[in-house]
C-alpha cells in the first residue's frame, strides 16, 4: 500500500513538472522589488519588537503603513519565506560588479536572519551560538576561565594589593573619571579630533554633522541613532562614571569613522547612488551588526594607530578634563589588559543566556573575570537581557573586521585606511571576512 501511494505520487510529480516546464518561465523580480519587500517587513517586524528597527530613513508611508497593518508575526515569516525563494540567482552580468554580487548574498542572509528574530519572537528558544550564528553569522570562540588567568596575572602585577582585583582596579580608575562640568568640552574635543583623522581618508558628504546629547536610565553606555540625510544623533548614558578613556571610545566608535560614517557613506553610495532602498532600514538583530560594531570599534585602532592615542589623551584630553597627564601611559597599560578580558563577557552572556548562571552569578563572573565593578556588571546583564547574543559583535565583530582588513593592508596606514572604508560602504556579510 505504502509503496503504490508513493508510486503514484512520484508519477502525479514528474508529470506536474512536465506541465510547469512547459509554461513559460516568469522572469525574476527585479531586485529593487524585493528590497522593497524587505525593508516594509523588518519594518512590520517592528511593530512587535520595540528594539528592531535601529534607524530607517526610507519613506515615511512605508512605516505609516507597518504601523496601520500590525501584520501578524505568522504572516510576516510566511513572507520572508517567499521573499527569501524569490531573490533571483547571480547571473553572469551580476558577477561584474563586485557591489551587485554581495548585495544578493547580503540581502538573503539579512532576511534569513529576520526570519529567526520571527522566530525567538514567537517563543523559539536558542542556545546563545544557534541565535548568533543565525542573527549575526557569527560563533563566539568559547574561553574556560585558565585562558583569562595570564591576563589576570598580568593586571595583578600592574596593581598590586591585597583587596579583590576589581576593586584595586576600580580605585585606580577614580583618578580617570571626567568631572561632570568637563564632560561636554572634553566630548567635543574628542570628537573634534575624530573627525579631523579621519576626513581626509574619507570623502564624507558635505553636510554631515550629529547632535551630541546626555541621558540617563539606558542599558547601554552610548548609542548612535542614525536619522538619514548624513544625520546622527549620539546619547551617551550618565549612570555610571565616565573615564577618560571613554571620550575616544565613544567619538570614534559612535561618529568618526564609526557608526556616523558608516551610515553616511552607506547612505551615500548604496541609497543615493545605487537607489538600493534596503539600506534605508537598518535592522539591528542582523549579521549587519557586527559589521557595523565591530568597524566602530576597529575604526578607533585605524584613527589612532599605535601611541598615537594616549599621547593625544594625555596631551590634550587629560589636561581638559584637570586630570594627572602623567599617568595617561599607566592607564592605557591598564586599559589595554582590560580590554583583552572583554571576551570573558561573552562567557558570561552565554552562560547566562542558556540558562546555565543566574544574574548574580553573572555578575559575581564579570567582576572577576572582565574587571566590571558590581554596577557595570549589573548594568551589564541588563544588555544581555534586552540585546542577548548581540554581545559578540562589539569583540569579535572588532577581530574580524581587524583581521579582514589587516590582511589586505599589512602594516600601512594609507592602505589600512582605504581597505577599511571600502569595507564601510559595502554590503559584506560577516562569514564572508574570515
Ligand atoms: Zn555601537
Known amino acids: 500500500m505504502r509503496g503504490l501511494t508513493l508510486a503514484r505520487t512520484a508519477a502525479i510529480i514528474v508529470l506536474t513538472a512536465l506541465v510547469v516546464a512547459a509554461q513559460p518561465a516568469q522572469p525574476p523580480p527585479p531586485m529593487n522589488s524585493i528590497a522593497e519587500r524587505y525593508v516594509k517587513l523588518v519594518l512590520a517586524v517592528g511593530q512587535h519588537d520595540a ?20 501584520l501578524p508575526l505568522g504572516e510576516i515569516a510566511a ?51 544557534e541565535e548568533s550564528r543565525a542573527l549575526y553569522d557569527a560563533v563566539a570562540p568559547v ?16 596593581l598590586p594589593g591585597t583587596a579583590p582585583l576589581v576593586d584595586r582596579y576600580d580605585a585606580f580608575r577614580q583618578q580617570f573619571i571626567i568631572p561632570a562640568n568637563r564632560l561636554s568640552r572634553v566630548f567635543d574635543r574628542a570628537i573634534a579630533e575624530c573627525r579631523a583623522r579621519t576626513l581626509p581618508h574619507v570623502s564624507l558628504p558635505a553636510n554631515e554633522s550629529f547632535t551630541v546629547e546626555y541621558v540617563t536610565n539606558k542599558p547601554w553606555s552610548g548609542y548612535n541613532w542614525y536619522q538619514g540625510n548624513y544625520r546622527s544623533l549620539i546619547q551617551v548614558n550618565t549612570d555610571l562614571p565616565i573615564y577618560i578613556d571613554r571620550a575616544i571610545d565613544l567619538a570614534c566608535h559612535e561618529g568618526y569613522p564609526g557608526h556616523h560614517v558608516y551610515n553616511a557613506l552607506l547612505e551615500k553610495h548604496l541609497v543615493r547612488d545605487r537607489g538600493w532602498v534596503e539600506f534605508t532600514v537598518y535592522a539591528l538583530f542582523s549579521p549587519q551588526s557586527l559589521i557595523a560594531e565591530g568597524t566602530a570599534n576597529y575604526g578607533i585602532e585605524v584613527a589612532f594607530p599605535g601611541d ?49 548562571s543566574t544574574r548574580t552569578q553573572s555578575v559575581d563572573w564579570l567582576q572577576r573575570y572582565a574587571m566590571m565593578p558590581a554596577a ?12 542577548r547574543s548581540y554581545v559578540i559583535n562589539y569583540n569579535l565583530g572588532k577581530d574580524l573586521v581587524k583581521q579582514y582588513v589587516e590582511s589586505r593592508a599589512g602594516g600601512q596606514t594609507q592602505k589600512r585606511w582605504q581597505e577599511f572604508v571600502k569595507l564601510l560602504a559595502s554590503p559584506r556579510l560577516p562569514s564572508a571576512l574570515r
Request: aromatic share 10%; no cysteine; hydrophobic share 40%.
Open 143 to 158: 574561553h574556560p576561565e585558565s585562558y583569562f588567568a595570564g591576563m589576570l596575572q598580568e593586571l595583578e602585577r600592574l
Open 79 to 129: 513572507a520572508a519565506d517567499r521573499l527569501i525563494a524569490d531573490i533571483p540567482a547571480l547571473s553572469d552580468v551580476d558577477r561584474r560588479d563586485e557591489l551587485t554580487a554581495l548585495r544578493r548574498d547580503y540581502l538573503k542572509r539579512q532576511l534569513e536572519a529576520l526570519r529567526t528574530r520571527v522566530q525567538m519572537l514567537q517563543g523559539t528558544k536558542l542556545t546563545f551560538d
Open 51 to 70: 528594539d528592531y528597527v535601529d534607524a530607517f530613513y526610507g519613506p515615511a508611508e512605508w512605516k505609516a503603513e507597518a504601523e496601520r497593518r500590525k
Open 308 to 356: 598615537e592615542r594616549v599621547a593625544f589623551e594625555r596631551d590634550v584630553l587629560f589636561p581638559l578634563a584637570g586630570l594627572d597627564p602623567s599617568q595617561a601611559e599607566a592607564y592605557a597599560k591598564v586599559r589595554a589588559l582590560v580590554d583583552r578580558l572583554s571576551y570573558a563577557g561573552n562567557e558570561a552572556a552565554r552562560k547566562y543566556l542558556n540558562g546555565e
Open 376 to 387: 557595570s556588571a549589573e548594568q551589564r546583564t541588563r544588555f544581555f537581557d534586552t540585546y
